[in-house]
C-alpha cells in the first residue's frame, strides 16, 4: 500500500499526463502507451517534493459544464476568428483589454489564463504582479463597448464557473 501511495501520488494528474500523451502522439502502439504510462507515473512523482498544493475541486458539474462552454467557444470562436481573417481589413481592430481578477486559488487565475488564450481571437498576455489583473490581448475589440463586452464575457463564461470550481 505504501508504494502505491508513493508511486501514484496523483491518480488524477497520472491519468490526465496518461490521456494526454496518447492524443498528442497519436498513436496506438504499445511503445507510446508504455512510455505514456511511465511518464504518467514519473512526473508527479518527481514533482511531489516540490510541495504543491492541490486546489480541490468543489462542483464537478460546474466543471463539466465549464468544459462544454470552452469547447463549444473555441469551436465558435475559429469560425468567427476566420471570417475576419478572411474578410477585409476593417474587420479586424486588435486592442489589449485589462480584466480584472476576483479569483484567488492559484489553479484557478492559470486555467482563466489558459482558456482565454486557448480561445481564438484572444491571448492571455501578463498577469500583474499582485494576480488581480490579466492583460488579454483581443483580435478584434474597436472601441470602449466592445472592450467592457470582452471583459465581461470573460468574467461570466469562465472567471464565474472557475470561483464555483475551486471557490
Not at 465558435?76 to 481592430?93: C, F, M
Amino acid at each position: 500500500m505504501k508504494l502505491r501511495g508513493r508511486l501514484l501520488s496523483s491518480p488524477l494528474t497520472s491519468a490526465a499526463l496518461f490521456l494526454a500523451w496518447v492524443m498528442l502522439n497519436e498513436s496506438a502502439s504499445t511503445g507510446q502507451w508504455l512510455l505514456g504510462v511511465l511518464l504518467a507515473l514519473a512526473i508527479p512523482w518527481l514533482l511531489a517534493p516540490l510541495g504543491f498544493t492541490r486546489s480541490p475541486v468543489r462542483s464537478w458539474s460546474v466543471l463539466l459544464r465549464l468544459v462544454v462552454v470552452v469547447l463549444w467557444d473555441i469551436l465558435r470562436s475559429n469560425l468567427e476568428v476566420a471570417r475576419r481573417v478572411l474578410g477585409p481589413d476593417a474587420a479586424i481592430q486588435p486592442r489589449f483589454v485589462w480584466v480584472p481578477i476576483d479569483l484567488q486559488d492559484p489553479l484557478a487565475i492559470v486555467l482563466l489564463a489558459g482558456i482565454v488564450t486557448t480561445t481564438p481571437g484572444t491571448i492571455s498576455c501578463e498577469l500583474s504582479d499582485d494576480h488581480r489583473w490579466l492583460l488579454v490581448h483581443a483580435l478584434h475589440a474597436p472601441d470602449d463597448g466592445a472592450a467592457a463586452a470582452i471583459v465581461a464575457d470573460i468574467k461570466a463564461r469562465y472567471e464565474g464557473p472557475l470561483a464555483e470550481v475551486f471557490g
